[in-house]
DNA sequence: GCCTCATTAAACCAATCGGTCTAGATAAGA
DNA sequence: TCTTATCTAGACCGATTGGTTTAATGAGGC
């Protein structure tokens, strides 16, 4: 049997196990399992093979950041891009249940080989939302400290939430964040 | 040549590589190197090999914290325990240099593995920290909320501070967390 | 000084690793 | 319809994996 793929459907088959599995984790038997595509076919879409899957699956993340999120804030009204950042990361990381790849990435020595990719994504997110809070009239400096609050908060709940430790403690806690960056804003 | 070692130093030098590699990320000739340690004396230690160590580093990393941060919240004066908390974890994770290996493996398929303790530590360290805050006053759904937003703000920190957009993030985030503890809790 | 036995070094193993290659299937253009 | 270029399946490769075994080492009790 053959069934044919395109490099989009590809990209996203494999950052799924990626992000369950780890970089390492992610043997290409496992990778070929359960995208079911074959070793042929991701060889031929990644000649460079499992690190050049890893780097495009990072650009495909990031892109999907930068549409969503990075780029309204960056650009659109501040509070309506706050109130959409908040929808988008709670949409994208599915309540808890999906974790983010690249804050995965940058625990282990992972970190080393996609070093600019991991750093640039933090900080353009941190950046985005410190100008939007700064244009809505923050203190520089308040703004500052909120947007790390923030994001890291956002990363933080992700850990505990696949901890297992409650189901509900992603909502929770991007609840409270979220109350917390609106009543010092407003 | 031959050099003798405790198993406690085993496990010390072991948990460093987990920590910097991940438990997929670690293989046994990466362990041998860093550690020095033969094949011979670390399968002479850990009889059940690769999941033993990781199970016997995760309840070593896991008696540190309830030595020096959980039971101490558990039992002594709470102010003193919280403050005594926050310089235990500055000093554990070396201002975010080191990362928790505890979070770590919640993140991939890891957890899967470990999942009893994994789940243990994160319970554990967030109602002995939320059952101090109401011991010191405060109401208990508040307490409730803090306390998880301190444990996943000082994990969302060590992502943060890993991904190396800026050195100086971690120490700045716990000070902006323990400020909130404290001034909603004097 | 001599045993004893916990400990170590390193050769060794099957299985799996990431990666290559080839033969065949198939869609699209001429 | 025939050709061509793209894509897929899976056998295959040497290297490395986690794990086993064996012989040697050497500290501590006698």
Redesign the pocket.
């Known amino acids: ?7 989009s459907d ?1 990209i996203a088959l494999v950052a799924e196990v990626f992000r369950e599995c780890g970089y ?1 984790g ?6 070929t399992k359960r995208t ?10 990644f ?5 050049q ?1 890893a780097a495009e699956v990072l650009a495909h993340v990031d892109a999907w950041f930068a549409r969503e999120i990075f780029v309204p804030l960056e650009t659109a009204e501040p509070r309506a891009a706050i109130a959409r950042m908040w929808t988008a990361v709670d949409d994208y990381f599915r309540s808890g249940k999906r974790i983010c790849l690249i804050g995965a990435f940058a625990l282990d020595e992972t970190r080393d080989r996609f070093a600019a990719p991991i750093r640039t994504y933090f900080k353009r997110w941190t950046t985005a939302l410190e100008a939007a809070l700064i244009c809505d009239g923050t203190p520089a400096e308040r703004a500052k400290q909120l947007s790390e609050d923030a994001v890291s908060g956002i990363q933080g709940a992700l850990v505990l939430s696949r901890a297992g430790a409650d189901e509900t403690v992603f909502e929770r806690s991007l609840a409270g964040l979220r109350n917390r960056l609106e009543s010092r804003t407003g």
């Open positions: 049997m053959r069934t044919v793929f395109e490099k590809a390492e992610a043997s290409m038997s496992t990778i079911r595509l074959s070793k042929g076919s991701l060889y031929h879409f000649p460079g093979g499992k690190e899957m």
